[in-house]
């Protein structure tokens, strides 16, 4: 199903993430092996699908019993790859083939963009797309930011103050939803808490955050004992439905 080019770049990658290409590719089409890819070099980074930014939204959301909306459906999210063709399947596996020799595009790389919000870069990798795989791009990206633009008014013309959460991906670029919105007279322009801005202020220019990962056996303890002996202050926390936490981060002020 896809060329031998192709197929040799993915048995190297393969190699690298330690992926069973017989169990996780072989006997899917491209898109499918493709998303396994990404899944595979997120979990040989260290990373954890139950603390991503839409789980942590969603379980909140849920717990706090907010009303929930999509600006697509499920169904229309799996026909999006389901139904699509071999040959644009490769192109996405390409396209992520190509993300995992990019320091910039591979996890660590996106993770350090968001969170620098390098919206410069992003753009990048968006126009990027659009040049080298434009039918993965126009089926992933452009087609369906458009899709969503008649969902997306009708909910930012509600009085209610509304929480929107897409794909980085689906920000940036001249079919991005803020160009989008922009060409459509909206004000669009990045926010920032007062926190934020003060944290930022005091950071030395292009100095990295130090930003620490530790996994320990009682999580509540462990938050409790580094505020109380260090003074970190509570950040956004996550706990599971017997109210037991499960993620939480601590921040420290100068």
């Known amino acids: 199903l896809v060329s031998k080019e192709v197929y040799e770049r993915l048995q190297k990658t393969a190699r690298d993430l330690n992926m069973p290409l017989a169990d996780t ?8 092996c493709a998303m ?16 991503g930014l839409d789980q942590f939204f969603f379980s909140r959301a849920l717990a706090e019993g907010k009303p929930i909306r999509w600006l697509e459906e499920p169904q229309a999210q ?24 990019d320091e910039n595009q591979n996890p660590e790389g996106l993770l350090r963009m968001w969170r620098n919000g390098d919206l410069a870069e992003l753009e990048k990798i968006v126009r990027d797309l659009k040049a080298h795989q434009p039918q993965a791009y126009a089926r992933l990206l452009a087609e369906r930011n458009r899709a969503w ?22 920000s940036a670029g001249p079919d991005g939803l803020l160009a989008l919105l922009k060409a459509r007279g909206y004000d669009v ?11 930022t202020a005091s950071r030395a220019s292009n100095a990295a955050w130090i930003l620490p990962t530790l996994n320990v056996r009682d999580a509540d303890a462990a938050y409790a004992f580094y505020q109380k002996a260090f003074g970190f202050e509570a950040g956004a926390q996550q706990r599971d ?6 993620r939480g981060e601590l921040k420290y002020h100068e």
């Open 25 to 32: 590719c072989e006997p899917y089409k491209p898109w499918f």
């Open 36 to 51: 396994t890819l990404e899944i595979f070099a997120y979990q040989q980074a260290g990373f954890q699908s139950e603390y």
């Open 149 to 170: 633009m008649p969902r997306l008014e009708k909910i930012l013309a509600s009085e209610n103050t509304q929480l929107i959460i897409v794909g980085a991906a689906h």
């Open 78 to 101: 799996i026909d999006l790859f389901a139904k699509m063709s071999d040959k644009l399947g490769e192109q996405f596996l390409l396209s992520t083939l190509d993300e995992q020799t």
């Open 189 to 199: 322009h990045a926010v920032a808490t007062d926190a934020t801005a003060k944290a």
């Open 241 to 246: 439905e017997k109210g037991k936490l499960t």
